[in-house]
């Protein structure tokens, strides 16, 4: 990543990326403490953002996140109902994505001074979160930790939210997906966010700052109109998606707070339910920071590569940010899933079934490219030809 770009996202995806590489080799040399014991790692999954544990027969999966910087947008429109979604969906979709159908969650709210009011909003949004995820809220803490908490001045309530999830290896799988049955010809099937999810905050912000000022969540978004008609013409309006999505739809937005507070889409239970009818899954990726070729390329082993023609297209927001921030197609894409939350690899015969399956369950989703014999990643897309090495 360039200079400019590191200034203008305030954050490096490389050094990001090279932290993270270094936190899970100091990690990794922790596995031999549960070597033949219970617990005991998987070895096969690095570059994932879930691991397997094992317990005699049963394969489970655990992983870690939390919803970030998009906190900050909830102080500013002081609402909280939403968030729960971002958080399952962070670490419920990275289990999926591995094969493991997410069943437990642990939390933990860390405060600067507790609001009860706050708190409840919070935990009614990751009920209904759960709810719709089949996940059970079986652990969590709150924590008030004073000036080390910042936020959003004059919020009832600054807070870093994360959590733990656990899952369970679909019974339909011999081992956890990592990519390392993927090969030439097979077919890409994409899934629509209509979101940005919890990712690219730093950067939203940094552009909605500077393009309206401090009080950016209040200025006026004109986008609304054109995408109501877009949804319209698609014949999404009145479809179970849109039953699905409503608390994920930027189509009832009217400022700039709104649009970014708009929560993420759960993919995993559609994910399960592709796995249950017997179809062939042999890679997924969760979109989130780094963008599509980043996380997808953690997939992409045995030196292959993709082409991706026919995603969706990037939210009519996202371009808008894009031209805000200064920043171009090829880094907005790295930035943003620019309207695809989750990609997945199976068999070409297969592909059109998959499809099917996860419309039925509610989501856009369409067949989005292929699986090459070259290496790296090469999205066609509206802006042009993009590309991005292995």
């Known amino acids: 990543m360039s200079s400019s770009l590191k200034a203008t996202a ?6 990001g990326n090279n932290a993270s590489r270094n936190a899970y080799e100091w990690a990794q040399k922790t596995f031999a403490t549960r070597a033949g014991k219970p617990g005991e790692p998987a070895r096969d999954l690095a570059g994932g953002f879930s691991n397997e544990i094992r317990f005699g027969n049963e394969r489970l999966g655990i992983g870690s996140d939390g919803i970030g910087t998009k906190i900050e947008v909830a102080e500013r429109l002081d609402r909280y109902d939403t968030l729960g979604y971002d958080l399952i969906a962070m670490v419920a979709d990275d ?6 159908v997410p ?8 405060v600067n001074t507790l609001d ?12 209904d979160a759960a709810q719709f995820s089949q996940i059970a809220v079986t652990g969590g803490e709150i924590a008030e930790l004073g000036n080390r908490i910042g936020g959003y001045p004059g919020a009832r309530m600054n807070f870093n939210w994360c959590s733990t999830a656990v899952g369970v290896l679909h019974p ?30 730093s950067l939203a912000r940094r552009a909605l700052t500077k393009a309206f000022g401090e009080k950016w969540h209040e200025a006026p ?7 109501r008609e877009k949804v319209k013409a698609e ?13 994920s739809s930027q189509l ?23 796995l249950d009818a017997g179809l062939p899954l042999h890679a997924a990726a969760h979109i989130t920071g780094g963008g599509l070729a980043d996380n997808f390329k953690r997939v992409l082993k045995n030196g292959v590569g993709a082409e991706l023609d026919n995603l969706f297209e990037p939210l009519p927001a996202m371009q808008q940010l894009a031209e805000l921030a200064g920043i171009t197609p090829q880094e907005a894409y790295l930035y943003w899933n620019m309207g695809n939350g989750m990609l997945l690899v199976t068999d070409e015969a297969q592909a059109d079934a998959v499809v099917a399956s996860l419309r039925g369950s509610g989501y856009r989703a369409q067949v989005a490219g292929r699986i090459t014999a070259e290496p790296g990643v090469t999205l066609r897309v509206g802006a042009g030809e993009l590309r991005y090495e292995g």
């Open 252 to 274: 009832t937005a009217e400022n700039w707070g709104e649009v970014m507070l708009a929560p993420s889409l759960i993919y995993s239970p559609g994910v399960a339910a592709v």
């Open 95 to 100: 289990l999926i994505v591995a094969g493991f």
């Open 235 to 247: 014949g999404q309006s009145g479809s179970q998606h849109e039953k699905l999505t409503a608390k």
């Open 116 to 127: 009860y009011t706050v708190v409840d909003e919070l935990m009614r949004g990751l009920h």
């Open 172 to 201: 339909s799988l011999e081992r956890p997906l990592s990519g390392a049955n993927v090969r030439a010809g097979q077919v890409v099937v994409a899934l629509h966010s209509p979101s940005f999810r919890s990712n690219g905050y």
């Open 221 to 227: 978004y004109d986008e609304v109109k054109s995408q």
């Open 10 to 15: 305030g954050y490096s995806i490389e050094e």
């Open 103 to 110: 069943t437990n969650l642990s939390n933990i709210i860390d």
